[in-house]
């Protein structure tokens, strides 16, 4: 069966730039479909989007999925940035939203002061992501010289928001990218709640522990949004030791594990360091059947969009 399989890069002080695009290049060889670049703490990790915006000119055919948190994040400047690289990559880029707290400028701002809450936060945070993508269609482009219109201004509109944690009134100053918008995760499960993860992600993303049972809770969560299961992509995280990537099992187990979970796709966290993840990428993803598409979210196997949620 062919479903989904990401692979995890911590690029920083274990795993430099260079390190890393070879550790890319032999995962695209494998078929992996596509990369996650993780964040973390300052002067051990990248930043993910930097890292990103500098190896996709050289890589033009991988897909990315890079960590943001909430936190020193606004979200008009992070939409801005992801879709920037959406359409760089032709419609291969997507963002995992990591649950956090906000920040210095967001609390400035916000509607209501007293609001807490990861989950919450998170779930306005990512409405206001979505509706922000959407703001700027890229239909309204039109490039006509000889008129002298350069976008058809009726059709972008600002999404006015004003919730309990954020004010944004947009639009974003870019169209949409040719996967419509960027592909939306949630991997925090720990800490975020069902119902506000299948009302906006595109992917959940879940850990050993949590996967029994997950495919449950997804389902009656969406029946409770309108969201159709095939939506939305329920995968896996599984970290793999370089003992584990050496066996020549380890890929059947983890899809006959990915089966048994009703998961969609399987995200590998290889050991740190060129040389571990390199092991998974030449001895683990060659034995998976991944899937594979032009734009992330058909290499995901989501569906392609069809309208904006709101």
């Not at 350069?150 to 309990?164: N, T």
Request: hydrophobic share 45%; charged share 20%; no cysteine.
């Amino acid at each position: 069966m062919r479903r989904a399989v990401i692979l995890d890069l911590a690029i920083g002080s274990d795993l430099s730039v260079p390190e890393a695009a070879d550790v890319v290049v032999a995962a695209r060889d494998a078929g992996v479909s596509a990369i996650r670049l993780l964040d973390g703490s300052a002067g051990q990790l990248l930043d993910p989007s930097t890292v990103a915006s500098y190896l996709a000119p050289r890589l033009a055919d991988v897909h990315w999925i890079v960590d943001a948190p909430t936190t020193h994040n606004a979200p008009y400047n992070l939409a801005r940035r992801i879709l920037a690289l959406d359409r760089a990559t032709a419609g291969r880029s997507g963002l995992v939203l990591r649950a956090g707290e906000g920040d210095e400028v967001s609390a400035a701002a916000a509607p209501d002061p007293s609001a807490s809450g990861r989950a919450q936060r998170w779930a306005e945070y990512a409405r206001v992501l979505t509706r922000l993508w959407e703001s700027f269609p890229a239909g309204a482009l039109l490039g006509d010289q000889a008129a002298g219109l350069v976008a058809d201004d009726s059709l972008i509109r600002g999404i006015g928001h004003e919730g309990s944690f954020y004010r944004v009134a947009g639009p974003l100053d870019g169209p949409s990218s040719p996967q419509g918008r960027p592909v939306l995760a949630a991997a925090d499960m720990d800490q975020l709640d069902w119902a506000s993860v299948a009302g906006a992600a595109d992917v959940v993303v879940v850990n050993r522990a949590q996967a029994p049972g997950a495919q449950g809770a997804l389902a009656d969560a969406l029946g409770r949004t309108g969201r159709k299961r095939a939506e939305i992509a329920l995968v896996g995280r599984v970290e793999v030791t370089a003992a584990e990537a050496s066996a020549s099992n380890v890929a059947a187990e983890l899809d006959e594990w990915a089966t048994s979970m009703g998961l969609d796709g399987l995200e590998l966290r290889p050991p740190d360091g060129r040389a571990g993840a390199l092991i998974v990428a030449q001895n683990v993803l060659p034995r998976l059947q991944s899937s594979a598409g032009a734009s992330l979210r058909a290499a995901l196997g989501l569906p392609e969009l069809t309208g904006a949620r709101t």
